[in-house]
């Protein structure tokens, strides 16, 4: 899922104050493990307010994984509408938080459901605006140096794509090789924009619908100097559990390892549960108490074993609960948020402002 789609079907000083804090706690009590704030990502299903921001700012997040919309951006041939994401970027910035961003959403013009990738003679104008959009918020872009008095905080990691294992992300049948394509268009419309942006795999679920994540991966590397086309792998840790979801992460990583990928980082893009019982499917469904458990187990022990399995973000999905749209049926994701739906804070709130303030 990706923050702003609908569907059924989107402080720390760590190593220092850890050995402190260490030194300080007697042999017989175990120190808790840091979670540093560089780990913390947030995800939104709306472009976050001022207000928001603030409060994820209050709550240790650095990063905001954000989609950037080709439909949104370039609606119509040869259109340029920024005026949304200025807005984002602007109050990001302002308090210290870098946007991420997903490069996502097909116009009408290059294919017949936005969530599909651009058709193959639409890939050049995606990558066209993949360049405008790196040369406005990658380093030394010109939204930056539009605003000398805001604090730069420019885009210096692209994400490709949203969940290409899943048919409604891909055409209705996942396609590894031509997913690669566009990472392959992409990374080189961007690195000829900024040389030192990094490029990131799409997230991917493991789900029993379609391709799971774990062979989709494994066909990736599979693919003749795929290896050299991204900067970090992502996947959605979605589980039924804490340990569930860190067994995800687990076993990603294992997969890069078997390939002789041990050094690249791996990105945790979306991990979360729904607060509301009852709504589908029922393994991502809990009550609030039990989400927060989940949030703080999974989370500190992500950040324990950060270095062993080589996580460099995780991202909870979602910031806020949302009203479910017109005939959606009620499932887990729009009960996901820290916030309730009226903006009121959740048990999960108070875990993940507790591990992000370390």
Known sequence: MLAGVRGPRSGLLAVLAAA???????????????????????????DPSEADFERMRSAGVRVLRDNLSWSVVEPERGQRLWDRYDAVFE??????????????GTPAFAASIPQYPPRAGQRRAFARFVADAVARYGRGGS?????????????TAWQVWNEPNLGVWWNGRPNVRQYLVLVRQVRRAVLARDPQARIVLAGMPVTKRDTRAPHFLRQIYRRPGAKRLFDAVAVHAFASS???????????????????????????????????????????????????????????????????????????????DRELAAGEGDWWAVHSGLLRVDGSAKPAWRAFSRLGRR
């Open 20 to 46: 402190v804090v260490a030194a300080a706690v007697p042999a017989t009590a175990p120190a808790r493990p840091a979670v540093p704030g560089a780990l913390l990502g947030m995800q939104a299903w709306a």
């Open 143 to 155: 939204f930056w140096s539009e605003r000398p008095g805001l604090r730069t905080r420019p885009a």
């Open 242 to 320: 804490a340990t569930g979801a860190v067994g995800v992460v687990r076993r990603t990583r294992a997969i890069m390892n078997a390939a002789r990928d041990r050094s690249t980082p791996l990105w945790v893009t979306e991990i979360g549960w729904g607060s509301r019982p009852g709504a589908l499917p029922d393994h991502l469904s809990t009550d609030e108490r039990t989400q927060a458990a989940r949030l703080r187990t999974a989370l500190t022990r992500l950040a324990r074993l950060r270095r062993r399995l080589g996580v460099e973000r995780a991202f909870w999905f979602a910031w806020q």
């Open 91 to 104: 109050r990001a910035a302002r308090n210290g938080i870098e946007v991420s961003p997903v490069l996502v």
